[in-house]
Antibody
């Protein structure tokens, strides 16, 4: 059974940093692209970033470029999102998702990030 | 960036009736279109990809159609578990983009 479990969310002040993690199991992690998608309170789904199987290729939405870094550790079956210079508009539930040809076929339950003073 | 526009924003449907949701892309996405279901407090669920291919475990009452820029998700004979928010997503080009969602509510 495919499982994705996010962690690392919490309350952070504007300008602060946070690192999200996603533990994957039930599939060959190193054979798949992975991604992060977020949902702000009362808003829709918004793609954030994707990373290739070996970490050699990464894509980001414009508003997080230069502030967020997606990475992975295939030996630990883990995906990460390092977030810095956080803004109020980054407040959202962040979902880790498996990328099957840019389709998100499995999702975690999400972790809430709140950016507020 | 390809903008995805869904309509209507809210659809009120009685159980057992058909729901028809629309999604329009600002430029052609060929057949690179997926649909997801989202319920409060739950992870999104993949329903449809490649316009019309159902995801794992998705019942036959859920179907997708369309091409290029105009797409439709149809749920025939709505069940209680179908009341949710539905999102379309294009994966033809970066950045990946979602529509703003259609909420299907009980009439």
């Amino acid at each position: 059974e495919v499982q994705l479990v996010e962690s690392g969310g919490g309350l952070v002040q504007p300008g602060g940093s946070l690192r999200l993690s996603c533990a994957a199991s039930g599939f060959m992690f190193n054979n798949y692209w992975m991604g992060w998608v977020r949902q702000a309170p009362g808003k829709g789904l918004e793609w954030v970033a994707n990373i290739k199987e070996d970490g050699s290729d990464k894509y980001y939405m414009d508003s997080v470029k230069g502030r967020f870094t997606i990475s992975r550790d295939n030996a630990k079956n883990s995906l990460y999102l390092q977030m810095s210079s956080l803004r109020a508009e980054d407040t959202a539930v962040y979902y880790c998702a498996r990328d099957q040809w840019r389709i998100f076929d499995y999702w975690g339950q999400g972790t809430l990030v709140t950016v507020s003073s | 960036e390809i903008v995805m526009t869904q309509s209507p924003a809210t659809l009120s449907v009685s159980p057992g009736e058909r729901a028809t949701l629309s999604c329009r892309a600002s430029q052609s996405v060929r057949n690179n279109l997926a649909w997801y279901q989202k319920k409060p407090g739950q992870a999104p669920r993949l329903l449809i990809y490649s316009v019309s291919t159902r995801g794992t475990g998705i019942p036959a009452r859920v179907s997708g159609s369309g091409s290029g820029t105009d797409f439709t998700l149809t749920i025939s004979s709505l069940q209680s578990e179908d009341f949710a928010v539905y999102y379309c997503q294009q994966y033809n080009s970066w950045p990946l983009t979602f529509g703003q969602g259609t909420k299907v509510e009980i009439k």
